[in-house]
């Protein structure tokens, strides 16, 4: 069978993300990452419906218990995160036990946390089943809940037994969840790889349509570079994991301003126009290669406009609270050119602004 | 100035534990540690009403804000971590920021645990308050709060930057509190050093007293066999700091049955108690030693009857949910002999039954 298999590299841990189709209904990629028989799978109930039988017939020799959380961003709570965790108490879990995120980056991120927090820590899969999912938040080990001050205040570092990225999940997806997707896969290309952008640029028609050949060949590449990164600063130590908050800075305003109309991949496209824009300002990025980014994310349906009824005070406000920021300076990472990104704290509010006004204006 | 340092060495980390009197005046001990400009520290009102202005006066070059929390086990809880969390948010502290967690193992367990999530981990320094913090909970990174079904059950490791362990803050603890700690000394001794265990039996009068030379070297001698553990098997994968839970295993479910009543230190007493009793039942320690365990920890006013209404089947529940279970087995710490323990999953309910009824009998 097609499958490719990439690793994260970490001091005290590795661990294998395996990318192909149909994997969910083989149980080898799972056994060889449960330890002990009980397995908690967590996950929502159109998800539930879709593959939870398959997954309990490929995991039939194990204990399994199945919890279903609520669905939806706003649902990434301590809430959600107390009811995985007195599912496990009342079903006795121990401390060998599996936990097991079927579903979006929700799902993955408050299961991971429960993982990373139920008796100091137990082991956990990631199975995700959303294109975002699959080539970012299930990949790095970064796990939490929303506080009502901002999105993933509360969480841990903390990384999961293997990831199945199953393309065939993906067939079930809302295309604009798919396409919302597609702006963490152009993040990736923009900050690390130019063949890749170009690639992307080449592959329009097959990526829309989700032929199955170019989404295996697309998902890989973009973990690949998610994976190295991660590899080399897990614990976002090193400002060099801070590259992939390229698009970010901005996009998770926008995503907390919009009240989560946005989904977290429309505000990084956004996010990623905003950091583009900065980037020319400060004469790193060309015009012509702006106009190149520009148009490949509307190729994808992804130069939308800002959110309606933007606020600039509460945007600036948002950002002088978000957590990448250090010693009261905003942090951006911009391009230097396509392929190459750099974090700086020289972005002021005054450069923000006229961006703003420029994207406010339609330009 | 008289003090001493003892280092824990993990993998990726080490920190001093500073162990003498009237240290919390010096900001010297503090500041290596401080990175960044913002300090929250989080107190409960006795102990702030004793020392926080004394804390604030050696802090006084950096931005720092208090939150009290309620006193008391029973607010060991993801309420009380929540009001950290809060207060972090809304004073605008960032990733930089370092807690210190002033008091009782209560209040470094869930001040650790906010740091441990807070922003997906900040710095953190122990000061703690009690006997049974400085030579136990405030050593070796075990964070986290209570849940209803039982202690500790949600949490993370997370070792703090320094630990203050200063001997002037005991003058103001009860008497009662005092010796529920000297259960945590004499279990180091027990399972580690037969020479301190002696060092104990002939430094009573002392002991009691706080005699300030004797507490300095008992505190010293304790913080450094569980330094020694803890820097072998900081996360409890070996084996090794398993030891640890010498007396603990019952001590937890007597804790749980008196509905913390019962200090921490005295259940641990008992349970000290009924893992030697099981150890002379397996021929592993002698009766002669058993005698001397037992006059130590009467002469220290430890030798404390079961709980009152115990209840044998409610206590066989309890156990049999002990995260310290694996695999469905009871898993006890016992003695080979004073000095010396050993882990072991062969003790029955049968065996407990058995040394319940003597205790029961008053034997």
């Not at 400002?239 to 992939?244: A, D, G, Q």
């Amino acid at each position: 069978m097609h499958y490719q298999t990439i690793n994260v590299t970490l001091p005290n841990q590795h661990y294998p993300i395996y990318i192909g189709s149909d994997l969910l209904s083989k149980d080898d990629y799972l056994k060889p990452h449960i330890h002990g028989n009980q397995v908690m799978i967590v996950t929502q109930k159109l998800i539930a419906n879709l593959y939870l039988e398959k997954l309990l017939q490929a995991l039939k020799n194990y204990h399994c218990d199945v919890v279903i959380i609520p669905t939806g961003e706003r649902h990434k709570t301590l809430k959600s995160f107390n009811k995985i965790i007195d599912n496990l108490l009342a079903k006795g879990h121990e401390r060998s036990t599996t936990l097991i995120a079927l579903g979006g980056g929700m799902v993955g991120d408050v299961t991971g946390f429960a993982a990373a927090c139920y008796q100091r820590s137990v082991n956990y899969i990631q199975i995700p089943t959303t294109l975002i999912a699959q080539v970012d938040a299930a990949i790095g080990g970064k796990t939490g809940v929303n506080h009502s001050a901002g999105k993933n205040l509360i969480g841990a570092f903390h990384h999961p037994q293997c990831v199945i990225a199953d393309i065939a999940l993906l067939a079930s997806l809302p295309q604009r969840e798919f396409v919302a997707g597609l702006a963490e896969v152009i993040k990736c290309s923009l900050i690390k790889d130019k063949n890749f952008f170009s690639w992307l640029e080449d592959k329009q028609r097959e990526l829309i349509a989700k032929e199955s050949n170019a989404l295996l060949e697309m998902i890989t590449r973009t973990i690949s570079i998610k994976a190295q990164i991660v590899s080399q600063d897990d614990r976002e130590q090193k400002n060099i994991r801070h590259l992939l908050n390229f698009g970010h800075t901005a996009g998770h305003a926008l995503e907390a301003l919009s009240q989560y109309q946005l989904l977290h991949g429309e505000a990084v496209a956004i996010g990623i126009r905003i950091a583009c824009m900065l980037s020319v300002d400060r004469g790193w990025l060309t015009e012509q290669d702006y106009q190149r980014i520009y148009d490949l994310l509307s190729a994808y349906q992804l130069s939308l406009p800002l959110i309606k009824g933007f606020k600039l005070k509460k945007f600036l406000d948002f950002l002088s609270h978000d957590k990448k920021n250090f010693n009261q300076r905003l942090r951006f990472v911009l391009l230097k050119e396509i392929g190459q990104a750099e974090l700086t704290d020289t972005v002021t509010e005054a450069d923000l602004i006229k961006i703003i006004s420029r994207l406010e204006d339609g330009r």
